[in-house]
């Protein structure tokens, strides 16, 4: 990754870091090591990134791996800033591309740009990150980050992004598996054994129904609406006892009787809300989990002479 290294900058506190790298293109010999990122570019003819189709009047942009290949790219610089927080450095690495109108002592110039007064260390990557966006149109109020994000506020902005994405990478893998392990096989079962209180399953954003977990991921709820024989539906809530390995159905709420299917992100958000601080129905497809121990041991896992409260076994 550090191949073609140019230059870089560290703050005194060791805390704070800018460095990038600048490698030439060998249109012959290019192979893109980096395919799935996203990148950006400069210093190039935009016209010979078309591909034109149809009538000459629509065009689609060829992908790097095309443009380094038939020149248009002549160099390519992986851009890294880094923040030691906690004990631990965080590297957010930005990939871009240099056209043929660009020479190389200019795209070293634009690298190395702000790196003599410091400056690139001042950037709002390094800066704590705020619960608001800054507030570009005077008068307007500040538009509020993603519910994704809240938990992270008061980290180095960059620090914050990479750990959002890594327990979004960590939550969509085990939500699969769990899918796959666990869901999908109890509703096959249920499907074949009781259709008629279980015809259809109705998931909110994809096949996969949407996971609220604990925060250690060993506590599971799955809200889905259910459609029996009688074409009524009703929203379920499934649980599940990663410490016991067990499915339960979670009976807190009297079900509501709806005599159609539709989007009810907004209803799982009523009825969570009188519980605890999921309040908006963006926490249902985000990377957040649901920390809250009370809501676990108070309305879900609460005992009652010696068994569950609301959770019923499902066999």
Not at 28 to 50: A, C, H, I, L, M
Not at 99 to 114: D, V
Not at 121 to 143: A, G, H, K
Request: net charge negative; charged share 25%.
């Amino acid at each position: 990754m550090l191949h073609g290294y140019s230059s870089g900058i560290i703050n005194e506190a060791n805390s704070r870091l800018y460095a990038f790298t600048l490698v030439d293109i060998d249109p012959v010999t290019f192979q893109n090591d980096y395919p799935d990122w996203g990148y950006t570019s400069t210093g190039f003819d935009e016209e010979k990134t078309r591909i034109y189709i149809d009538d000459g009047k629509c065009y689609q942009h060829k992908d790097a791996t095309q443009c380094a290949q038939e020149g248009v790219y002549k160099a390519f610089s992986l851009k890294l800033y880094g923040s030691f927080y906690k004990g631990c450095w965080y590297i957010a690495k930005e990939l871009m591309y240099f056209g043929e109108l660009m020479s190389r002592e200019e795209a070293l110039k634009y690298l190395s740009e702000r790196i003599e007064n410091n400056a690139i260390l001042s950037s709002s990557y390094y800066e704590p990150m705020e619960s608001c966006f800054p507030q570009w149109i005077p008068n307007e109020e500040p538009m509020s980050r993603g519910v994704e994000f809240l938990e992270f506020v008061g980290m180095p902005e960059l620090v914050a992004y990479i750990k959002q994405e890594e327990k979004q990478a960590l939550l969509k893998a085990h939500s699969h598996y769990l899918y796959l392990e666990t869901f999908k096989p109890m509703m096959d079962r249920l499907r074949a054994e009781y259709f008629e209180a279980y015809t259809e399953f109705i998931t909110l954003y994809s096949l996969e129904p949407t996971l609220i977990f604990s925060t250690c991921r060993n506590f599971v709820l799955t809200p889905i609406m259910v459609k029996n024989a009688k074409e009524e539906y009703h929203i379920n809530w499934f649980f599940r006892h990663g410490d016991e390995k067990k499915m339960y159905r979670w009976n807190y709420f009297n079900p509501e009787t709806y005599h159609s299917s539709f989007h009810y992100s907004q209803e799982i958000i009523n009825d969570l809300s009188t519980l605890c601080y999921w309040n908006d129905h963006t926490y249902l497809n985000s990377s957040c989990t649901l920390d809250d121990d009370h809501f676990w041991k108070s309305y879900v896992l609460i005992n009652e002479n010696g068994r569950y409260k609301y959770l019923e076994p499902l066999k």
